[in-house]
C-alpha cells in the first residue's frame, strides 16, 4: 500500500536468496535489493528492501538462516533460492523440502511472499530437470504465494546481460530483472495486509 501519513513506516521486505540477490560482484547500490526499492520508491512506495543474499548459499542454508533474518519482521519476502542446489545436482526432492519448510514458516508468521523460480539447466537431462522445474509452481500453489517463474528470465543465455562466468547478471542484467518482475512485486505489495 501508498504510505498515506508521513508518520507510515515504510513496507519492509526481504529480498531472500543467494549471489543473484546479493549481488555478487556488484557495488551495493547495483544490487537486485537496491535497484528494486529504488524504481518502488520512483514509482511511489514507501518501501524499504532488505538485501538477504548470501553468495554461494543454497535452500539447506537458507532455511538454517530463516530465523535470524526474519527475527525483526517483515512485511513481505522475496524467496530467491534453488540456484545452487541445481548447480550441484542435488536432489529436487531435497530441494523441495527445504523450500517447503521456509514457505511454511513464512506463512505461520502471516508475511506476504513472492516465490521467485529457478529452472533446471538443460546439462542435467529431462529427468531431473521436470522434478526440479516443478517444484516452483507446485509449492505457490500450495501456499497461495504469488510466483514470477524464472528469476533469469531474458538474462540467461545473453552475454551482453551476464559477467564473463556466463551466470551472474552484470549491472544491465540486474536491470532487466527488476523490470521483469516488478509486476509481480506490485502485486504482492497490494497483498501486503497491515
Known amino acids: 500500500m501508498l504510505a498515506t501519513t508521513c508518520d507510515a513506516k515504510p513496507l519492509r521486505i526481504i529480498a531472500f536468496g543467494d549471489s543473484l540477490t546479493s549481488g555478487y560482484l556488484l557495488p551495493a547500490q547495483a544490487s537486485f535489493p537496491s535497484k528494486l526499492e529504488k524504481v518502488l520508491k520512483e514509482r511511489g512506495w514507501d518501501v524499504e528492501i532488505i538485501n538477504a543474499g548470501v553468495s554461494g548459499d543454497t535452500t539447506s542454508g537458507g532455511l538454517e538462516r530463516l530465523e535470524w533474518t526474519i527475527s525483526e519482521g517483515a512485511d513481505g519476502f522475496i524467496l530467491e533460492l ?70 533469469l528470465e531474458g538474462v540467461m543465455g545473453d552475454s551482453s546481460l551476464v559477467m564473463a562466468d556466463g551466470l551472474h547478471p552484470n549491472a544491465n542484467g540486474i536491470d532487466k530483472i527488476v523490470s521483469g518482475i516488478l509486476p509481480s512485486v506490485e502485486a504482492m505489495l497490494k497483498d501486503i495486509k497491515r
Open 82 to 151: 534453488g540456484a545452487n542446489d541445481m548447480l550441484r545436482g542435488l536432489e529436487p526432492k531435497l530441494v523441495r523440502q527445504n523450500l517447503d519448510a521456509i514457505l511454511k514458516n513464512l506463512e505461520a508468521r502471516k508475511i506476504t511472499v513472492l516465490l521467485a523460480g529457478m529452472l533446471a539447466s538443460p546439462t542435467f537431462g529431462t529427468s531431473y530437470r521436470t522434478n526440479f522445474d516443478r517444484i516452483y509452481p507446485e509449492l505457490a500453489a500450495q501456499y497461495k504465494a504469488r510466483l514470477y517463474p524464472f528469476f
